[in-house]
């Protein structure tokens, strides 16, 4: 079982900065890919920024957030981060962080998502 963990989230004004961060452990043995989700109150979950960790694989990040979000892996720790900055009140609703990967031995892929955590901006 991999199980993931998340760190962060919180209060901040417009214009701030907050700092996401999501462990995962059990049962790995490889990650595949893995990212950020949003869902904000009333709104279906979408997508932040998602990376694939295969050969020829990139980030594709929300326009919403290009150029002031920033994902980024410790890979000893197979963690990952997510860097907010310039925040905006449309920013605000729960974050989660998603892996999907290869477990050891004959079992198969998995995929799981953090518990989420909150994000509020205030204007």
């Known amino acids: 079982q991999v199980r993931l963990a998340q760190f962060g989230g919180g209060l901040v004004h417009v214009g701030g900065s907050l700092r996401l961060s999501c462990t995962a452990s059990?049962?790995?043995?490889?990650?595949?890919?893995m990212g950020w989700f949003r869902q904000a109150p009333g709104k279906d979950r979408e997508l932040v920024v998602r990376?694939?960790?295969?050969?020829?694989?990139?980030?594709e990040y929300a326009e919403a957030v290009k150029g002031r979000f920033t994902i980024s892996r410790d890979n000893a720790g197979n963690t990952i981060y997510l860097q907010m900055n310039s925040l905006k009140p449309e920013d605000t609703g729960v974050y989660y962080c998603?892996?999907?990967?290869?477990?050891?031995?004959?079992?198969?892929?998995?995929?799981?998502w953090g518990q989420g955590t909150q994000v509020t901006v205030s204007s």
């Open positions: 990376v694939s960790t295969g050969a020829g694989g990139g980030s």
């Open positions: 059990g049962d790995i043995f490889r990650i595949n890919a």
């Open positions: 998603y892996f999907n990967g290869q477990g050891p031995g004959s079992i198969g892929l998995w995929e799981n």
